[in-house]
């Protein structure tokens, strides 16, 4: 049965497809720190489950001394900590990829940023205690259906490697903005995986197995996979950190603007360290100058405004580039490292504007 949550139009949105349901954040005209609930974008592989009361008590189980089974009411009593951060799709800006390549043809939409509270992952696999055979962790959501690739039933699955699922940062949310996680955004609990893109962050998590060996569900193995080339699998790696990314949210591209100063302004992120630097170039990258940078230096995994005041006393036609630095000597590249699934887009940002 396709299910489908709430009003069938949002207008605000940018839809890719309905069922399931793929739409893009207004990221240009976002200008706040946290994304209302209603702006973020949204990615299913499938449609909507059908949640039972079930949902509320999470097990774990596999490779541990003694499978526990968390409900809802007790998680919420445990220490918590919040975390505010990118959520972002790999296949963000998928459209831009030369070649074209196939898949959701994610504009710059397909990111977010929330508060995320719940109980770090680590504190949880502590009570169960883990065997010493323990390899990986599983999470499996209660979404499933059908692939075009192969044959069978899925849900959606992925897992971690031990060291990032005991990480401090790696939490089992159960609130978003203050507020219990909707169901569309995959309450009632949800694996968040700060720095990494978003296919790691689990939505209606079901059951969470600790594993003696690597996962290789179809989400892990199959998807999520740089490819490198078109026709072979030759020089594959696994999708994970965010890679250092910026966007120009104003002026639009091919906008038309008086001569004078206008604000040029947008955000950068990354999933490796923090964001260092914003440079502009009017002059196709042979000069850059820097932009202001606006930052919360206490949320290490939030996007970074910043801000250019551009004086254009020339009329014409302009092109205006943007490139962000991370902390761990990383920068945007003139080119996005093609991959035949269209992960990690992350070419400098290249507007168009004419002055008269
Ligand atoms: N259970 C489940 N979790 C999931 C997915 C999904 O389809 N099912 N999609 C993943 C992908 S690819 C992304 S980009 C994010 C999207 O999260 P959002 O819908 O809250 O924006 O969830 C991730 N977690
Ligand atoms: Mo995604």
């Known amino acids: 049965m396709e299910y489908y949550v709430g009003e069938l139009s949002r207008p605000y949105l940018r839809t890719l497809s309905l069922m399931p349901e793929n739409q893009e ?76 390549v196939y898949g959701e043809q994610w504009e710059d939409g397909a990111i977010s940023q929330g508060v995320w509270k719940g109980v770090a992952l680590r504190d949880l696999l502590n009570m169960s205690g883990l065997n010493s055979a323990a390899v990986e962790v599983v999470f499996e959501g209660y979404d499933y259906g059908k692939r075009t690739d192969m044959e069978g039933i899925f849900h959606y699955a992925r897992s971690l490697p031990m060291e990032k699922a005991m990480h401090q940062d790696t939490i089992i949310a159960y609130e978003l903005n203050g507020k ?25 998590l ?47 591209s091919y906008t038309t603007l008086d001569t004078g100063v206008h604000n040029i302004n947008g955000i950068a992120w990354t999933g490796y360290g923090t964001i260092t630097d914003v440079e502009l170039s009017f002059d196709e990258g042979t000069t850059w100058k820097r932009a202001k940078l606006r930052k919360d230096t206490n949320q290490q995994y939030a996007w970074t405004f910043w801000e250019y005041q551009w004086n254009v006393e020339e009329e014409g036609e302009y092109t ?21 699934k269209g992960y990690g887009y992350n070419a400098v940002y290249t507007i168009k504007v004419k002055v008269e």
């Open 320 to 340: 205006i580039m943007c490139r962000a630095k991370d902390s761990t000597g990383g920068v945007q590249p003139l080119e996005a490292e093609w991959n035949r």
């Open 206 to 252: 079901k059951q969470i197995t600790v594993i003696d060996h690597n996962f290789d569900g179809p989400f892990q193995t199959v998807d999520y996979i740089y490819y490198p080339h078109k026709e072979d699998d030759i020089g594959k790696k696994p999708v994970t950190n965010i890679k250092t990314d910026s966007i120009i949210q104003q002026p639009l």
């Open 25 to 100: 954040t207004p990221i240009h005209f976002l200008k706040t720190w946290i994304t209302p609930e209603k702006y973020f974008y949204r990615r299913n592989h499938f449609s909507y489950p059908m949640l039972s009361p079930h949902a509320f008590f999470l097990p774990i189980t596999g490779e541990v001394k003694q499978t526990l089974i968390f409900p809802y009411c007790y998680l919420k009593s445990l220490s918590s900590k919040s975390v505010t951060m990118v959520l972002e799709c790999s296949g963000n800006k998928r459209s831009r990829f030369s070649p074209r």
């Open 180 to 204: 219990s996680i909707p169901y569309a955004q995959g309450g009632p609990f949800r694996l968040i995986i700060p720095q990494w893109y978003a296919m790691a962050s689990v939505k209606w």
